[in-house]
């Protein structure tokens, strides 16, 4: 299967500035091992001990894979994954 993935702002350094990829897989984990295979830096901004960081929220179709079956979310042809990163900072004040 072959699925848009949406990149966001601040990971897009680690993709070469695209705003979107093409990528294979019939889950999401699939999906994220075939990107993360090709823009290696991308792993460490996602992954934790090889699984998904916590602070990293992913959406199939609008909805949050936690929220389904994970990693193991299976993907159609022609789904949009979305990798959302939790931001952090702010005033400590």
Same mark, same amino acid.
């Given at each position: 299967?072959?699925?848009?993935?949406?990149?966001?702002?601040?990971?897009?350094?680690?993709?070469?500035?695209?705003?979107?990829?093409? *990528? &294979?897989?019939?889950? +999401?984990?699939?999906?994220? #091992? =075939? !990107?993360?295979? @090709?823009?290696?830096?991308?792993?460490?901004?996602?992954?934790?001990?090889?699984?998904? *960081? &916590?602070?990293?929220? +992913?959406?199939?179709?609008? #909805? =949050? !894979?936690?929220? @389904?079956?994970?990693?193991?979310?299976?993907?159609?042809?022609?789904?949009?994954?979305?990798?959302?990163?939790?931001?952090?900072?702010?005033?400590?004040?």
């Amino acid at each position: 299967m072959t699925v848009a993935v949406r990149i966001p702002p601040t990971l897009r350094a680690e993709v070469g500035g695209a705003r979107e990829l093409s *990528a &294979s897989g019939a889950t +999401v984990a699939d999906v994220i #091992e =075939d !990107i993360v295979g @090709r823009y290696p830096a991308l792993g460490g901004q996602l992954l934790e001990d090889g699984e998904l *960081a &916590s602070y990293v929220n +992913v959406y199939v179709g609008g #909805e =949050d !894979i936690r929220t @389904r079956e994970g990693l193991e979310t299976p993907v159609r042809e022609g789904d949009q994954l979305i990798l959302l990163p939790a931001m952090a900072g702010g005033s400590g004040s």
